[in-house]
């Protein structure tokens, strides 16, 4: 491992680092150079010790991928319990309520949603066939856990009815 610098179309090696073929070993001196590198440049680092070094290198392990949006979840979760939907055992009814509230867009993307930032695999087809469980099994169940919420808050309910 070496630090080099290109000044005027030429490349200088200003310091040698060392070498190693292990993980590990490649990492330590990576860290060794990126301290030499701010020595150099007189700038400080911002992970100093072999224990945050360590940390550094976990951090560097991580992929977008491997990344989890939990403010949804925190947030509307909270929501989806206290009104009382957690009743319901379908975790996909919780997914798809929590998805479509944080980004209300198509079923397709919605899929999109829940791999990317929940890690939840999903076709669009398994939530076009659990809408239809959701509506001839689960559609009464869940309109008396929004009544019963809802009454809690006032005396009057006006519900509309149409059909189609």
Known sequence: MQIISKHGGKYKVEKTIGSSSSVQGISILLHQARHELSVLQKQGILFISQQ??????FLNTLSN??????????????????IGFNAIPESLFRHLV?????????????????????GVR?????VYRFLDKLNTTLKEQVEQI???HTSRYTTTIS?????I
């Open 122 to 126: 999903l076709s669009a087809s398994s």
């Open 65 to 82: 991928t491997d990344v989890r949006v939990v403010g949804p979840e925190l947030v509307f979760g909270k929501l989806f319990d206290h």
């Open 146 to 148: 929004a009544f019963k």
């Open 52 to 57: 945050d070094a360590g940390i550094e290198g």
């Open 98 to 118: 929590i998805a479509r509230l944080a980004f209300p867009l198509s079923k397709l993307k919605t899929v999109d949603y829940l791999y990317r930032f929940q």
């Open 159 to 163: 519900v509309l009815c149409f059909t």
